[in-house]
């Protein structure tokens, strides 16, 4: 079974800083998605970034930046000039491909939780 | 824009009240997720819909159930309400087809914080 890990229950940075996030997720599928979600305090759920896996480059979003190593299954979330803003859970969360349709059943990692430091 | 709506932010009910939390989404997304987010556990997908009708269990299934009468529309049901449904639940939508630039993203709903005592 597909199993997504984060390792770092709670992260701090100061603002206008870089901090990664790591992800480790166990697979034995070959083509898959990989997402970063964001969940602010108290508001929605919001895509950060995804990386398909057949794409050996990394996905960026403007400051938001991923280090995808397939082989080693790891999915690293960079933010770059951290901003107050950025402070909220953060959920790495994976799903599988299959082809014509898909019920993109998403597999979460338990967060980590990014505080902001002014 | 996306617009995934929940019926309610917060809830209190009591210890064997049926209950009932309520998701609509107005993309015409054919598929609905109800998902439970617990502290240090992240999200668990409770229940599934991929078309009107048509539901599938999750991997935390026990306790719950759910309707889809109208696509969009998924509700889910709490048959006897139990202190440790206390939770945050999350209802999400997506597409079924790979759409380009839209490769099977969910959208959240605001959440409703359950608290059952």
């Known amino acids: 079974a597909q199993t997504v890990t984060q390792s770092q229950p709670e992260m701090s940075v100061q603002e206008a800083e870089t901090v990664t996030l790591s992800c480790t997720y166990d697979t034995s599928e070959s083509d898959y998605y990989l997402f970063w979600y964001k969940q602010p305090p108290s508001r929605q759920m919001i895509l950060v970034i995804r990386q398909e896996a057949y794409k050996q480059q990394n996905a960026t979003e403007n400051r938001f930046s991923v280090n995808f190593q397939k082989a080693a299954k790891s999915f690293s979330l960079k933010i770059s000039d951290s901003q107050l803003g950025d402070a909220a859970m953060y959920f790495c969360a994976y799903t599988t491909i299959m082809g014509g349709g898909a019920t993109n059943k998403l597999i979460f990692g338990t967060g980590t939780l990014l505080a902001v430091q002014p | 824009d996306v617009k995934v709506t929940q019926s309610s932010r917060y809830l209190v009910k009591r210890t064997g009240e049926k209950v009932f939390l309520e998701c609509v989404q107005d993309m015409d997304h054919e598929n609905m997720f109800w998902y439970r987010q617990d502290p240090g556990l992240g999200l668990r997908l409770i229940y599934f819909s991929y078309d009107v009708k048509m539901k599938e269990k999750g991997d935390i299934p026990e306790g719950y159930s759910v309707s889809r009468e109208k696509k969009e529309r998924f509700s889910l049901i709490l048959e006897s309400a139990s202190t440790n449904q206390t939770s945050m639940y999350l209802c999400?939508?997506?597409?079924?087809?790979?759409?380009?630039?839209?490769?099977?993203?969910?959208?959240f709903g605001p959440g409703t914080r359950l608290t059952v005592t």
């Open positions: 999400a939508s997506s597409l079924y087809r790979w759409i380009a630039g839209d490769p099977y993203e969910q959208y």
